[in-house]
């Protein structure tokens, strides 16, 4: 059977206050010492890191645990980047979630709204889950080696947006059944989103070229009667 030891941190800061304190440096560096001693038995072994950490500390705490554990995979609950914020800490968490990605963070934990609050409904898994998805696909987008094949969806999702593709926007889309659930709810049927509507600029560009080429078109046909 295959194994992997998880190393958790029970030094973990339970507020933004606790971040980067002595004991949670102290920590990292244990868990290098004990992922030396796991690799050494032969036994593959994983990382988990802190939970609250504002923005600017971040890179700094991911490129630290990254460095002492000799890249071991890294795991994190958001980081979140606030305390102030229950009920939103799936989006707290995916703030710090990007920017943690973006610096060598290999896996996210979802985090749901009801974190610091209650235990999460099936609705509240659903939702963090989705969200700690598009943080970690921004992060994606930002990662050298990963963000070629990463941007391939976002790219889809623009030509869809381009030709006002509305199936295959919502293909496209991390929640389709929200986003055609959003598209519908005015029961209002136009081509185009109803942000801008009549002077949607994606459809008044796409009607000016459409003009532009019919006028070609005649054109060529009168030079060729000449
Ligand atoms: S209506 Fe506005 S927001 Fe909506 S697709 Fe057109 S340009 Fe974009």
Redesign the pocket.
Known sequence: HELTLSLGDGLRPGCIDDASDRAKYMEFIMLGELVDRARRAGVQVMVEGPGHVPADEIETSVKAMKYVTDGAPLYLLGPIVTDIAPGYDHITAAIGGVIAGMNGADFLCATTPSEHLDLPTKEDIFEGTIVTRIAAHSADLAKPGIKDRARLWDRKMAVA?MD?DWPAQFDQAINPDLARQIRHRRGVEVD??????EL????LAKEAMEREEEKAKKKEKSEKRT
């Open positions: 947006r006002l185009t989103c109803t942000m801008c509507n949607c600029a994606i459809r």
